[in-house]
């Protein structure tokens, strides 16, 4: 009552504010104006806009004044960092809030993977809410170190920060009404449900949205993103470091549909949130889509707090949370100072509040069955195979067929065609399953690639042109108890441990970039001619994406929702 009495009084102009953001050009999220007004900050909200005075003020003469970017998809396991390390590095890119999916630490720790994610982001000078995953595992075709049922996830109802239940990506049991799904859908009846439904279309994806999924993230092509804005969903344009929309999403972005439209990042890895930003990068290629500033940032504000019924985020307006950067430039966004509840936190290159965090031990399970290099081996049962065929900077995959190349009975990878052999080893139960299969597109000539980043049960996956090396890959995984490995000869190129769950570093973010890149250039050196192999080979073990991935119980034909065999 005190708070609002404050704000009420400095509003009014009758006590002066605790903050005065002199001169700026305010970027109005509901009108797209830009208007030149002070903005007074008390109890940290904002109090008004217009003529302000007190003793706390900072000059944003020929600047802009915006709200905090907020990103309403992302999965922070896949920047390699835990939540404080990932704070540090958004902050001066002006993003002050996230709503994360744990699913991928929920994949392999189950309710303790979120309870992780919740405590560690506690109290950090960036918001971080979170969905509860809905789908842990994935599907029923694959092996996960946990399951999570909706009396698992309603425990944590309670949680100030969850604000319901993440992308629903089982869409196939949702529409054929599989009782643990529906389970869940009913459980969060009343809550904000992410829908995830990569070209479902027509009397399905009436289906779909009827079971109460309001949001997509997987659009690839404007017709697909408008069909479902017709029907009633809030669209992400989802630009990350392996699945690149954007800029193919922009067409159905107008002043009719824009205020149903958000930027997210989805899956970013380190290496690129340094060198090219976050969201302020996503609305720099909005803008120059031919969006208006204006109708970009409310893309990245206010269109996502208000989707995620978070009322009081995402403008520069009266009664809104003091989440405000003040811009050098809109087009490319530059941000000079960072306002989160009131409190500057960034200004100019140097994050002005005390950075503490301790990191806990790490727990990463690894418990896999025995194996060996004939663990590998495929033998010879037909002429030709099936075969992953990647799709460059997309996560879709098609389904196609190649010649089987056979030495001595057993059927082997055959670089002159492109086609590398690929595994799925499952490390959760030691249940000794491995799925084997063939990728092309990968462009790998020799040598192994490994990780224990696998979407979404984070098995280990390995691609490689021999045995021999597919096994010492795996085996460096395994000996860091989660990781990522490069493999030539037999000898490690290149390593990243990963010992948060497998998924996440202790280590500072420039550390983990650096890593990355290391194991990059190997991938490189190994003949890969994809921009983010690691980010490729990690969705090639995802099961709910069109149309054929590997599991560590073999091939899966996503859109027939079964195992295939290999041999044709």
């Given amino acids: ?131 509860l995953p809905s789908c842990v595992p994935a599907t029923e075709h ?65 289906a779909y949205i009827g079971a109460g999924m309001r949001s997509d993230h997987e659009c690839t092509g404007p017709g697909e993103a408008l069909e479902k804005l017709r029907l009633g969903m809030h669209v992400m344009l989802r630009e990350g470091s392996q699945a690149k929309n954007l ?35 996503l609305i720099g290629l909005t803008v120059d889509g031919g969006v208006s500033p204006g109708r970009a940032i409310a893309m990245a504000s206010l269109n996502t707090a208000e989707y995620f019924r978070l009322w009081d985020r995402g403008a520069v307006a009266p009664g809104y949370r003091a989440d405000l950067l003040i811009l050098k430039d809109l087009n490319p966004v530059q941000v000079e100072t960072v306002i989160k509840d009131g409190r500057i936190v960034y200004h100019r290159g140097d994050l002005l509040e005390p950075w503490n965090y301790e990191p806990p031990s790490g727990v990463s399970p690894m418990n896999i069955g025995p194996y060996d290099r004939s663990s590998f081996e495929i033998p010879a049962r037909g002429s030709h195979v099936r075969v992953i065929e990647i799709m460059p900077c997309q996560i879709l995959t098609r389904a196609g067929r190649a010649e089987a190349r056979v030495e001595n009975g057993l059927c082997t990878a055959d670089g002159g065609k492109d086609v590398a052999k690929i595994a799925v080893l499952e490390r959760h139960r030691g249940s000794g399953n491995i799925g084997l299969g063939f990728a092309r597109g990968f462009g790998l000539l020799r040598g192994a690639l490994a990780s224990s980043v696998a979407h979404d049960s984070h098995n280990i996956i390995c691609i490689g042109s021999n045995d021999g090396d597919m096994y010492a890959a795996a085996k460096a ?47 490189v050196e190994l003949g890969c001619r994809i921009e983010e192999p690691f980010m490729m080979l990690s969705f090639l073990a995802l099961p709910v994406i069109p149309e054929i991935r590997l599991t560590d119980r073999g091939l899966f034909d996503v859109l027939r929702f079964e195992h295939v065999p290999v041999f044709l």
């Fill in 142 to 206: 694959e092996t996960a170190g946990a399951e999570l049922a909706a009396r698992d996830l309603s425990i944590f109802r309670d949680s100030e920060r969850v604000l319901g239940l993440a992308e629903v990506m089982n869409y196939p049991g949702v529409n054929r009404g599989a009782p643990g799904i529906l389970e869940k859908i009913e459980a969060f009846c009343d809550w904000v449900k992410d829908g995830h439904a990569p070209l479902l279309s027509g009397k399905g994806l009436n």
């Fill in 1 to 131: 009552m005190k708070n609002l009495r404050r704000r009420i009084a400095a509003a009014l102009g009758e006590t002066p504010p605790d903050l005065v953001i002199k001169g700026g050009k305010v970027v109005n999220v509901f009108t797209s104006e830009i208007i030149e007004s002070d903005v007074a900050v008390a109890g940290g909200f904002v109090a008004g806009l217009g003529s302000y005075e007190a003793d706390n003020t900072i000059s944003a003469s020929g600047r802009y004044v915006a709200p905090g970017f907020i990103d309403g998809h992302y999965h922070i396991e896949s920047s390699m960092i835990w939540p404080p390390e990932l704070a540090r590095a958004v902050i001066p890119r002006g993003t002050t809030g996230i709503v994360a999916d744990p699913h991928e630490i929920a994949n392999v720790l189950g309710k303790d993977g979120i309870q992780f994610m919740i405590e560690s982001s506690r109290g950090l000078p960036v918001d971080f809410y979170f969905m």
């Fill in 247 to 281: 800029r193919d999403l922009l067409p159905c972005v107008t002043p009719d549909t824009c205020r149903r439209c958000s930027l997210v990042s989805d899956d970013l890895h380190p290496a690129d949130l340094l060198k090219r930003g976050h969201l302020d990068y």
């Fill in 477 to 523: 995984v395994e000996e860091m108890k989660g990781g990522i490995a490069a493999v030539l000869g037999g000898k490690v190129l290149a390593r990243l441990a990963l010992p948060f769950a497998g998924l996440m570093s202790d280590r500072p973010i420039g550390e983990v970039a650096l890593a990355w890149r290391q194991l990059n250039a190997s991938a």
